[in-house]
């Protein structure tokens, strides 16, 4: 009886002595877990902040271009070389649009930029009524380029920013005065010319009169600094043909593009007579 007693005892003090030891081990691995968790999220806080510059700097690459401001456009065609027309482009809200100004008078230009890439659209004044004519390309700095679709044809597109030009646009002035009477020699795939043609200028307005191998027709325009593009309507053999001259004046000369209708396309020179 003794006995037994004397093992419970024994086996009474063991427990005692075991469950503290083991309470301490516990506690010692918890505290090491929870070390070990908070490294993980300082690790974890790291990573979050790297993603977050990550997505910054993809932002800032993604970053959609500028064009706001006057372009001077060119655009080839065909046959056709440097026919040019003032482009303003403005951001109205979440939109982007502006002008592109031809003889025809101004066009509604609505555009969007994604990144570098530049889609334009407009509707343009033709012989057959509205044309929807579509440019694509893309913009850096100063500079886009790319390529216009206008339904019957396709070709290629160039423009420039300038401050001077802008300046010079939005103020309405005319640094070019083409009044007078020039000669002007056309070459195109069926031939070639040498027309006369008379301007009277008001502002940036063209009036005048066409002489040449067509017959005779009144002729109406813009200049805009150095840019000259004007339009010419003429009853040829019971056919009417719409003219088109763009091209850039540079003091007693000029230089550039025609549309001459269903009779092709082809490049000019003009000189100013005395």
């Not at 800032?60 to 040019?84: E, H, L, M």
Request: aromatic letters at 6%; glycine letters at 12%.
């Amino acid at each position: 009886m003794n006995t037994r007693l004397l093992t419970v005892a024994l086996l009474t003090a063991a427990t005692s002595i075991a469950l503290p030891a083991q309470n301490f081990r516990l506690k010692a691995e918890a505290t090491e877990i929870q070390a070990e968790a908070t490294e993980i999220q300082a690790e974890a806080t790291e990573i979050q902040a790297e993603a977050t510059e990550i997505q910054g700097e993809a932002r800032g690459i993604a970053q959609d271009a500028d064009i706001a401001g006057i372009w001077q456009v060119n655009i080839t065609t065909g046959q056709a070389q440097g026919r040019s027309a003032p482009l303003a482009l403005r951001r109205e809200d979440q939109k982007i649009v502006g002008t592109m100004s031809t003889p025809q008078g101004d066009q509604a230009v609505d555009a969007t930029v994604s990144g570098k890439a530049v889609t334009l659209w407009f509707s343009a004044k033709t012989q057959t009524g509205l044309t929807k004519v579509t440019m694509k390309g893309t913009v850096d700095a100063d500079v886009m380029n790319g390529t216009i679709d206008f339904g019957s044809g396709q070709g290629q597109w160039t423009a420039k920013r300038g401050a001077a030009g802008a300046a010079a646009t939005q103020s309405g002035e005319t640094r070019t005065d083409v009044s007078g009477t020039w000669a002007f020699q056309v070459e195109f795939s069926g031939g070639s010319g040498t027309p006369t043609m008379t301007f009277k200028q008001d502002g940036e307005k063209l009036t005048g009169h066409y002489s040449g191998q067509l017959g005779e027709a009144p002729l109406a325009g813009t200049i805009k600094g150095n840019t000259i593009e004007f339009v010419i309507d003429i009853d040829v053999q019971g056919t009417a043909a719409h003219i088109v001259y763009t091209g850039t004046v540079e003091k007693d000369t000029m230089k550039g593009a025609v549309t001459l209708g269903e009779f092709g396309e082809g490049t000019f020179t003009a000189k100013k007579k005395p």
